[in-house]
């Protein structure tokens, strides 16, 4: 997206200057108009015939350090304690931006601020960073400055923020093992295919023996791979490039997220996990006074899967109809009977939120007590598959020289 330089005039009548991203000089006007800025002058930025421009770009992107969950969670717990005092959002803004250790987090605190004192509100501000700041992020930010509750909006932030790295940690933590067993595993079979295969080949090659078919299978993928081991990095590379491209796709995007939740043992855990995602941050933009309408649209983009987030835009569409958030749920074929009704009885009761924040929490004890046991299911698989491979290298290899100790014997 082209990026315009603008000078233009507050509504104090003092001068202001800056960078926006934007498609053309009008919706550059649009958006200073917007924010009681009327504009002067609108440019295009330009590098000033720079041939370097693109790899300084280039370098300053590589070199810049990821916002990560930690780094947001402590900026909104910042916020809410520093305007909860009673302190100026500006002179808060530059407190942290002097005292961020992330550089990158530093950096757009600093442009946030920067806007604001060029006119600016803080939703507009704080999403010229939708690249660091998730949609709920700023939805938050949108409700509570509407409605003069940011301390409560950045409280309730950093609570969800907190409960979703939580989330994520856990998951990345049960997983490790797994991961770590099949590492192991794959390169102790290229190490017995490229090495130890080629060197019994010879062995038995000696003997002109028949062969079992075990070890002739072992010698000839063996040999395959130590002749056209070239051939296959290449093909597993160009492999990996090609899913990477079409994940990065729309299209390829939402069947990679649908795969992911009907895998084998993950696929329930991350299927719980983000419907628990889900019902936290509907219930807290509820909560928070957002239109339910609105929330539902801010929510299915935070879920971070977009077969999820799919059908969650079909209940939106049917809450626009008029119809229930029960009979809805319960069409995304997304949520069991019991969540189902405790969403009824929310609606009933009129307090949704309240038992969204039940379903959350029984979806999350439910992912607590899946990752507690995940190990424990897929340790069965795992050795299985160790079994089968340890069976098949085991006959390959041991079965001619069981044949030639017999025959040895009988001669």
Same mark, same amino acid.
């Given at each position: 997206?082209?990026?315009? /330089?603008?000078?233009?005039?507050?509504?104090?009548?003092?001068?202001?200057?800056?960078?926006?991203?934007?498609?053309?000089?009008?919706?550059?006007?649009? @958006?200073?108009?917007?924010?009681?800025?009327?504009?002067?002058?609108?440019?295009?930025?330009?590098? !000033?015939?720079?041939?370097?421009?693109?790899?300084?770009?280039?370098?300053?992107?590589?070199?810049?350090?990821?916002?990560?969950?930690? /780094?947001?969670?402590?900026?909104?717990?910042?916020?809410?304690?520093?305007?909860?005092?009673?302190?100026?959002?500006?002179?808060?803004?530059?407190?942290?931006?002097?005292?961020?250790?992330?550089?990158?987090?530093?950096?757009?605190?600093?442009?946030?601020?920067?806007?604001?004192?060029?006119?600016?509100?803080?939703?507009?501000?704080?999403?010229?960073?939708?690249?660091?700041?998730?949609?709920?992020?700023?939805?938050?930010?949108?409700?509570?400055?509407?409605?003069?509750?940011?301390?409560?909006?950045?409280? @309730?932030?950093?609570?969800?923020?907190?409960?979703?790295?939580?989330?994520?940690?856990?998951?990345? @933590?049960?997983?490790?093992?797994?991961?770590?067993?099949?590492?192991?595993?794959?390169?102790?079979?290229?190490?017995?295919?490229?090495?130890?295969?080629?060197?019994?080949?010879?062995?038995?090659?000696?003997?002109?023996?028949?062969?079992?078919?075990?070890?002739?299978?072992?010698?000839?993928?063996?040999?395959?791979?130590?002749?056209?081991?070239?051939?296959?990095?290449?093909?597993?590379?160009?492999?990996?490039?090609?899913?990477?491209?079409?994940?990065?796709?729309? @299209? !390829?995007?939402?069947?990679?997220?649908?795969?992911?939740?009907?895998?084998?043992?993950?696929?329930?855990?991350?299927?719980?996990?983000?419907?628990?995602?889900?019902?936290?941050?509907?219930?807290?933009?509820?909560?928070?006074?957002?239109?339910?309408?609105?929330?539902?649209?801010?929510?299915?983009?935070?879920?971070?899967?977009?077969?999820?987030?799919?059908?969650?835009?079909?209940?939106?569409?049917?809450?626009?109809?008029?119809?229930?958030?029960?009979?809805?749920?319960?069409?995304?074929?997304?949520?069991?009977?019991?969540?189902?009704?405790?969403?009824?009885?929310?609606?009933?009761?009129?307090?949704?939120?309240?038992?969204?924040?039940?379903?959350?929490?029984?979806?999350?004890?439910?992912?607590?007590?899946?990752?507690?046991?995940?190990?424990?299911?897929?340790?069965?698989?795992?050795?299985?598959?160790?079994?089968?491979?340890?069976?098949?290298?085991?006959?390959?290899?041991?079965?001619?020289?069981?044949?030639?100790?017999?025959?040895?014997? !009988? !001669?």
């Amino acid at each position: 997206m082209p990026v315009f /330089d603008y000078t233009g005039r507050n509504r104090r009548g003092e001068a202001v200057r800056g960078r926006l991203d934007g498609i053309s000089p009008n919706a550059i006007a649009d @958006q200073l108009s917007g924010t009681g800025v009327t504009p002067i002058d609108i440019v295009e930025a330009r590098d !000033g015939g720079d041939v370097f421009a693109g790899l300084r770009a280039l370098r300053t992107k590589l070199n810049q350090t990821r916002v990560a969950l930690t /780094d947001q969670i402590f900026f909104c717990r910042q916020m809410y304690t520093l305007l909860k005092a009673g302190g100026p959002i500006l002179q808060s803004l530059h407190g942290l931006r002097d005292s961020s250790q992330n550089p990158t987090l530093a950096k757009v605190i600093g442009s946030i601020g920067e806007g604001l004192e060029s006119g600016m509100d803080l939703t507009a501000a704080v999403n010229r960073h939708n690249d660091v700041f998730p949609p709920l992020f700023i939805s938050m930010v949108q409700v509570g400055e509407t409605t003069g509750s940011l301390p409560a909006a950045f409280l @309730q932030l950093a609570a969800y923020l907190d409960r979703e790295r939580t989330t994520r940690e856990s998951i990345k @933590q049960a997983l490790r093992y797994p991961t770590m067993v099949l590492i192991a595993i794959s390169v102790a079979m290229i190490i017995i295919n490229i090495f130890v295969i080629p060197a019994f080949a010879k062995i038995y090659a000696g003997f002109k023996a028949e062969l079992p078919w075990a070890t002739k299978m072992l010698i000839g993928v063996s040999n395959f791979s130590v002749t056209y081991w070239p051939v296959m990095l290449l093909a597993t590379g160009l492999l990996a490039l090609a899913v990477r491209w079409y994940i990065g796709t729309t @299209q !390829g995007r939402y069947h990679w997220h649908k795969l992911m939740l009907h895998l084998p043992i993950i696929g329930g855990l991350l299927m719980r996990a983000t419907l628990g995602r889900f019902a936290r941050a509907l219930a807290v933009t509820i909560k928070s006074g957002v239109p339910l309408v609105q929330g539902i649209t801010v929510v299915s983009r935070a879920v971070d899967n977009d077969f999820v987030s799919a059908r969650i835009a079909h209940m939106r569409e049917g809450i626009e109809r008029g119809e229930s958030i029960t009979r809805t749920a319960a069409g995304t074929a997304l949520f069991p009977p019991l969540v189902l009704q405790m969403i009824a009885v929310g609606e009933e009761t009129g307090a949704v939120d309240e038992l969204l924040i039940e379903v959350s929490d029984f979806y999350e004890r439910e992912v607590d007590y899946a990752l507690k046991n995940l190990s424990a299911a897929i340790e069965p698989v795992l050795i299985v598959v160790i079994g089968i491979m340890v069976l098949i290298l085991a006959l390959g290899v041991f079965l001619p020289m069981w044949d030639l100790a017999r025959a040895s014997r !009988g !001669g």
